[in-house]
Every structure is written in C-alpha cells, then in structure tokens.
Antibody, heavy 121, light 111 residues
C-alpha cells in the first residue's frame, strides 16, 4: 500500500525557516517523481514544486521561487521541502504527492494527509 | 502560463447527473492532459479522472471526463449522484514549463 507521511509543520514567525519531510513507503521511491502541493485554510489547491526521480529536473511555482527548495534522498525514501523567508501567505496544509512517472510531474496519483504550516508572529 | 476556471459551486439531487466545467483561458485545452481530483471535507485529494478521460481503478463508471475544443474546456460528469459524491472537485493541467496548474475548485452539493 502506498503511504506518504508528511511531518515538520509548525507555527513559525515571518521571515523564519522550516523544513518539511515526507516519508514514502509501499512503492519503489526512486521510480517516481514527486510533488509538494499546498492548501491555505478554506482555499483551493496550489502546486508548490516538483522533482524528478533523480533530482535531474526541479520546478517551482513563482510564488515560492527563490525561497523554497525541494530535495529528495532516495536511500531514505524521503522527500523534503526547505522553506526560507516564510510569509503569512505561506500558511497552509502542505501535501506530499507522488507523480505516476519518473521523469515528469504532470499529475499526482497518491497524496499524503498533509502537515500544517502556520506563519504568524 | 494559463488559468483554469471552474464554477465555485454546483448542486443537484441524488440520482441526477451533474457536469462541472473547467475552462482554459489561453492555449488549447487539448494540448495538455487534464486531471480531476475529489476532495472530501478533512481529507486529502484523490484522483477521479486522469489524462482527460481515464478512470483510476476503483473509481465508479458514474464518473467520466471529456474535452471540448470548441469551448476550450474540460468537463467532469457524475451520473447517478450519491450523497457520498458531495465534495470539492479540482481540475488540473500543466504548462510547457512543467508548472502544474489547478483550477479554483468546485463545491458539489448533493441535496
């Protein structure tokens, strides 16, 4: 059974940093590209970033470009999101999601349950 | 980049059929596949349609997807509505720079 478990969400002050993790199990992690997708309270889904199986291609939404860094450790079956210079508008539930291909992240087929990031002073 | 526009809400009675539209504002809707995700309250999204009109295993055939180039839109049709279909539905596509784009979501009420 595919499982994606996010962690690392917390209450953080504006301007500070936070690192999210996603532990994957139930599939061969290094066969798949991965995403981070977020959802602000009461709002819709917003794609944040994608990474191919070997980190050979990485893309970001304009809203986080230059502040967030996606990475993965295939030996640990883990996906990460380093978030710097956090803003109030980054407050959201952050989902880790699997793409059904290794080299493109055009869609997601499995999602975690999310980890909540709250940016507030 | 482009935007995907969905109606904010739709409602229909149990047993009826409802269609949710997703209109692309520039570029051909048929250029990049469209997906549809269902999100029930308090839950993560799940895929109900991928690659315009494909159903994942386990999704009932009451759910179908289509593309209409004349209106430059994608549609999700749910027939034989059940109360369990009440949820938010999001369309999603991607652009040539690999940016993933979601529609704003449609709240389906089954009353």
């Amino acid at each position: 059974e595919v499982q994606l478990v996010e962690s690392g969400g917390n209450l953080v002050q504006p301007g500070r940093s936070l690192r999210l993790s996603c532990a994957a199990s139930g599939f061969t992690f290094n066969d798949y590209a991965m995403h981070w997708v977020r959802q602000a309270p009461g709002k819709g889904l917003e794609w944040v970033s994608g990474i191919t199986w070997n980190s050979g291609r990485i893309d970001y939404a304009d809203s986080v470009k230059g502040r967030f860094t996606i990475s993965r450790d295939n030996a640990k079956n883990s996906l990460y999101l380093q978030m710097n210079s956090l803003r109030a508008e980054d407050t959201a539930l952050y989902y880790c999601a699997r793409a059904p291909h290794s080299s493109v992240y055009h869609r997601a087929d499995y999602w975690g349950q999310g980890t909540l990031v709250t940016v507030s002073s | 980049n482009f935007m995907l526009t969905q109606p904010r809400s739709v409602s229909e009675s149990p047993g009826k059929t409802v269609t949710i539209s997703c209109t692309r504002n520039n570029g051909n809707i048929a250029l990049n596949y469209v997906q549809w995700y269902q999100q029930r309250p308090g839950s993560a999204p799940t895929t109900v349609i991928y690659d315009d009109n494909q159903r994942p295993s386990g999704v009932p055939d009451r759910f179908s997807g289509s593309i209409d180039s004349s209106s430059n839109s994608a549609s999700l049709t749910i027939s034989g509505l059940k109360t369990e279909d009440e949820a938010d539905y999001y369309c999603q596509s991607y652009d040539t720079s690999n940016e993933v784009i979601f529609g704003g979501g449609t709240k389906l009420t089954v009353l």
